[in-house]
């Protein structure tokens, strides 16, 4: 509460142009086109700057407002007199317009000819798939169902989880049928259908739960493998031994060898635990990210760009000013036409604060990342975690003179991308942890250590996190075993006994 009290006070001291920038700079590159499509159509004196004309031209309209009105002699208005109570109308300033360079306004443009052009295609391709529930409702067409069963079937299909899991209860999916659509079915046929439906690929779809699924796959395999067989009997009478890994009981249970309890498990761990896992959701927003800036370390030296799709090339639409001018040499001016050239100069000042807007965001995006990247060199040079600084926002702002609150829109869903790979701009900022030395680091840097211990550590035997503590103590952190086990969980990395592999 206090946070949102905090950040009102904030935005009510902001004018709305610069409520609207700090709004601005949370757009991440995938959505900016979006948000630009938005204005143009808002405002028709902004445009693209490689658009020559379009055949509906916006202008047209207002152009025959600004023609010489006609004279009393020939039918036409009256000309225009201030009479006191149209003031607002009285003196239209527009020299700024018409009277600057022609650089000024006509070429007032988000991206001059310096600018790069954009290597990458500017359409973001789109998947085409086929999703897990019309994979498998592909598949029962191999059935032989009438029209009643061939209803129920796909009702159960639907009620699958993403995951492959029917999780709803077979009641449930009775009274589904009954009230949604007047099917009247029993348990019984629900049950008979979700047994051929179990036949289905991938092995292990539509079960209720992990054991249930689990044991289906088993059923597919070979049954002559005396490993599938041991598999078999350790989930079926064994599945919360074996979850816990309390692989002594189980091998002291079923009178297994070594070798032979690890074959089974060997087997077991071949299995898929989520069927539909392999199945990607068609559209899903997150399936693609789309980089805010690359980082190239071109012979030592570090090269940070914007993503060109940051810099749309957008300008004051040309027609709109010549329309200004038109009426600046014009020597009689009537209501209309005054009207019509307030309006003009309204969208021509709203669409130089947009491009100015999208100038300010370019500028802010690039100087923090920009001190992102000198205060981070080491790893943007290496790629290794350890060399990470403790970083945070305050520092960054620091050096940027920008708000806190500022640099944490820019890190907000942004991306960035390096030779090691693409990274979220939050993945750099990190808090601090003291050495036996005094010295401070980055809690990342502790975090990859920790991850390197037990990536190397005996399977058989795997480290608790006392004597994780212990080793990392020895390397001069001072931590204690309750920020190692937090640490561990972060990492979403299990305890040591269920690390445990024979």
Not at 134 to 147: K, V
Not at 325 to 343: C, I, M, N, P, S
Not at 474 to 496: C, F, M, S, W
């Amino acid at each position: 509460m206090l946070k949102q009290t905090q950040q009102q006070k904030l935005l009510q001291k902001l004018s709305p142009q610069q409520i609207q920038l700090m709004k601005l700079l949370q757009v991440p590159t995938a959505n900016l086109d979006e948000r630009i499509k938005e204005e143009l159509e808002e405002n028709p004196a902004l445009e693209y700057g490689e658009e020559e004309g379009h055949e509906d031209d916006p202008a047209k309209e207002i152009q025959e407002e600004l023609a010489p009105a006609a004279t009393a002699e020939e039918g036409g208005e009256d000309e225009f007199e201030p009479d006191g109570s149209e003031n607002e109308y009285d003196n239209i300033d527009i020299s700024e317009y018409v009277n600057e360079g022609d650089d000024d306004i006509a070429d007032y443009r988000l991206r001059d000819d310096n600018y790069p052009d954009p290597d990458e295609n500017k359409t973001i391709p789109v998947r085409v798939e086929t999703s897990f529930h019309e994979h498998l409702l592909s598949q029962l067409g191999m059935l032989e169902l009438d029209d009643h069963q061939q209803g129920i079937a796909e009702q159960i299909i639907g009620s699958i989880d993403d995951d492959g899991y029917l999780r709803r209860e077979i009641s449930a999916i009775v009274d589904d049928l009954s009230f949604s659509q007047n099917v009247q079915t029993d348990e019984e046929e629900i049950r008979m259908l979700i047994k051929k439906i179990q036949e289905f690929d991938p092995p292990g779809v539509c079960c209720a739960d992990l054991k249930e699924c689990l044991l289906l796959q088993l059923k597919r395999k070979p049954q002559d493998d005396d490993g599938v067989q041991t598999a078999y009997q350790i989930l079926e009478g064994y599945f919360d031994e074996f979850t816990k890994k309390h692989y002594e009981k189980i091998q002291k249970g079923l009178n297994l060898t070594d070798e032979g309890l690890k074959e089974a498990i060997n087997q077991i761990i071949r299995l898929t635990p989520k069927p539909g896992g392999n199945y990607a959701t068609v559209n899903k927003a997150e399936s693609y990210v789309v980089p805010d800036f690359f980082i190239f370390n071109n012979n030592g030296k570090l090269e940070l760009t914007l993503n060109s799709k940051n810099a749309p090339d957008l300008r004051i639409s040309e027609g709109y000013r010549e329309m200004l001018k038109e009426y600046d040499r014009g020597d009689k001016k009537d209501r209309r036409q005054k009207e019509a050239v307030l309006f003009i100069k309204q969208k021509i000042d709203a669409a130089k604060w947009c491009i100015d807007a999208i100038k300010q965001r370019q500028h802010t995006l690039l100087s923090t990342m920009e001190s992102i990247m000198d205060y981070q060199r080491e790893f943007f040079m290496t790629g290794d975690e350890t060399t990470m600084k403790p970083m945070i926002l305050k520092d960054i702002a620091d050096i940027t003179q920008l708000d806190i609150s500022t640099v944490s829109r820019v890190a907000n869903s942004k991306y960035v991308q390096t030779e090691f790979g693409t990274f979220k701009l939050k993945f750099f900022f990190s808090e601090s942890l003291s050495t036996d030395s005094g010295e401070e680091v980055s809690t990342r840097e502790v975090k990859k250590i920790l991850s390197d211990l037990i990536e190397g550590e005996n399977k058989r035997k795997p480290l608790s996190d006392e004597n994780l503590t212990k080793m990392l103590q020895d390397k001069g952190y001072n931590i204690a075993r309750r920020t190692v086990a937090k640490y561990r969980e972060q990492l979403n990395i299990p305890v040591a006994r269920l690390r445990k592999e024979l």
